[in-house]
């Protein structure tokens, strides 16, 4: 656990909820599990759009600090709620499959990105969470949308056999109605979440294959 000293230039939050004190490093370029389920409750945010914005410690600490005194009453339920459930909801599919212990909370996981799919005039049609998610603990989730983590962010081994249906239709209508989004992720950073799903894509890695088989250049 990681603790303030004098010379890590830390910053202290206090959660008016549950009284407990949350302390933030200005010198760390990444936000921690923690601070980012906080920011996630507290701005009232799903975790996908969350992590796509990369944030530091010191960009979260100045967000909760915009809106610490100005968190609605119905913010605290759905916190309320949210740690309810997650004593009930299935277990993150990838810490399952090889056995890690999770890292935070179960969330909701869009397997293709949900800023691609409201690319797609079919959108509506898919974008209730039951049809277009998994559940993934918020230290995984973290993990596929962060550039510089060394998970394999190929979601492949985690879908069941109608979510890469699914995953095949949604890209195959990206490519089809926006191949010039579909061209530059194709052609962009190789360490990007979105990359990967176009490479897997691309690959026929989407059919029922097992994670083995879809290794390789």
Not at 11 to 37: I, M, N
Request: hydrophobic residues 35%; charged residues 30%.
């Amino acid at each position: 656990m990681w603790y303030p000293t004098a010379m890590s230039r830390a910053r202290p939050w206090r959660d008016r909820e549950t009284g407990q004190t949350h302390w933030f490093d200005y010198r760390s370029s990444s936000a921690t599990v923690e601070q980012l389920e906080i920011l996630a409750d507290a701005e009232g945010l799903d975790l996908d759009d969350l992590l796509d914005e990369g944030l530091s410690q010191r960009q979260v600490l100045f967000r909760l600090h915009a809106v610490t005194n100005l968190i609605p009453e119905k913010v605290l339920e759905r916190r309320q709620e949210r740690l309810e459930r997650s004593q009930i909801e299935p277990v993150c599919r990838i810490c399952s499959l090889y056995g890690w212990t999770c890292e935070g909370k179960i969330t909701r996981h869009h397997f293709v990105p949900r800023w691609l799919m409201r690319e797609l005039d079919s959108y509506q049609t898919y974008a209730a969470k039951a049809r277009c998610t998994i559940p993934v603990c918020v230290g995984r989730h973290r993990d596929l949308h962060y550039r510089e983590s060394d998970i394999d962010k190929s979601i492949v081994p985690y879908l069941t056999a109608e979510e890469k249906e699914l995953a095949t239709i949604l890209l195959q209508e990206l490519k089809d109605e926006r191949p010039s989004i579909y061209e530059l992720i194709g052609g962009g950073s190789t360490a990007s979440y979105e990359y990967q799903l176009v490479r897997d894509f691309k690959r026929g890695g989407f059919a029922s294959v097992t994670h083995e088989e879809i290794e390789g250049p």
